[in-house]
């Protein structure tokens, strides 16, 4: 069941995404019915890092469900100046009906949640990225009829999108397989988490330094950029490291002949994915960005509509 928050894909159940998933089918098949759903609701949206996809998602997903977004950048708050965030969630609880936060370290958004008295959903920290996971298995749901069974590889920076799809996948029963160099893994508790999840929905989570063996048999390959939000003096050592884990024609190759590839956004063209693949009929990746619409607004639904 959910609680008052969307925090991480662990902390749901398979129901919970199953719901989560039928609502956003209903909303996109009908957003008419949903106009005043959450009319008069004011989405607090703090952003301590940049954004296209989740910040125009979540604001033109409030204003389409009868809300306003309000956009609150890195410099646009007090938190620069020392205010805590316990206080900051206090007092944005007076004000908003919920909150949306894109931060650096998790904890800040686990403080915003422990202090706020409204919905507090994580746009993205360090760690995790869940409404992207939630977005992406509700994609291959649309393109493939169902996930049971499915297995999705993933290969390249074990960050926070790959630690939200490795929670995501066991959810929504599918296998999930992860390359990444020995230095850049996910991190071990989340990797620990989600397998003991694997084997209550019995479902496989492995972790390889070998890309074509990750790719084998899998029905999504999935790749992120090599270096997140906050990484960015690492680049140019990491773009060395990686190179042998883009997503090339020839490492598509290795996976079913009916593989989609899906990057969750932005990509870097001819970094961890070649152009011509980000650009083939393979590739889903803006029918992903139209889903982080959709699937959140049945988050906030979900959240706000209380
Ligand atoms: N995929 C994603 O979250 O994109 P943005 O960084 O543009 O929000
Ligand atoms: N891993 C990337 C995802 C961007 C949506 C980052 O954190 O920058």
């Not at 956003?24 to 009319?39: C, G, I």
């Not at 007090?78 to 949306?100: H, P």
């Not at 048999?217 to 140019?236: F, H, I, L, N, P």
Request: hydrophobic share 40%.
């Amino acid at each position: 069941m959910f609680g008052k928050d969307f925090i991480s894909i662990h902390d749901f159940t398979p129901d919970d995404v199953e719901a989560i998933f039928e609502l956003a089918k209903t909303m996109k098949a009908n957003p008419a019915n949903y106009r005043t759903s959450l009319s008069g609701q004011v989405l607090a949206m703090i952003f301590q890092k940049p954004s296209t996809r989740t910040r125009v998602s979540f604001e033109v997903g409030i204003y389409q469900l009868g809300g306003t977004g309000l956009y609150l950048g890195a410099n646009d708050l007090q938190l620069g100046r020392g205010e805590t965030i316990a206080d900051t969630a206090r007092v944005l609880s007076r004000y908003a009906n919920g909150i949306m936060a894109r931060t650096f370290g998790h904890d800040v958004v686990m403080d915003l949640a422990q202090f706020a008295t409204v919905p507090v959903i994580n746009g993205l920290t360090d760690l995790l990225h869940p409404c992207q996971a939630v977005a992406d298995y509700f994609t291959i749901r649309e393109k493939k009829g169902n996930l049971r069974g499915l297995k999705l590889a993933y290969v390249g920076d074990g960050n926070n999108v790959a630690h939200s799809l490795m929670f995501g996948a066991t959810k929504v029963g599918m296998h999930i397989a992860v390359a990444t160099p020995k230095s850049y893994t996910p991190d071990p508790n989340i990797m620990k988490l989600a397998k003991a999840d694997a084997k209550i929905f019995n479902v496989k989570v492995e972790w390889t330094t070998d890309a074509e063996q990750a790719v084998r048999d899998a029905d999504v390959v999935y790749t992120d950029v090599w270096a997140s939000m906050g990484q960015e003096k690492e680049r140019a050592r990491r773009v060395k490291i990686f190179k042998k884990y883009q997503v090339s024609q020839r490492l598509m190759s290795k996976a079913r002949p009916d593989a989609l590839f899906m990057h969750c956004l932005p990509a870097h063209r001819d970094e961890e994915v070649a152009a011509e693949v980000m650009d083939s009929p393979q590739s889903i990746v803006f029918d992903e960005a139209e889903n982080r619409l959709h699937t959140q607004k049945a988050i906030m639904y979900t959240l706000m509509r209380r």
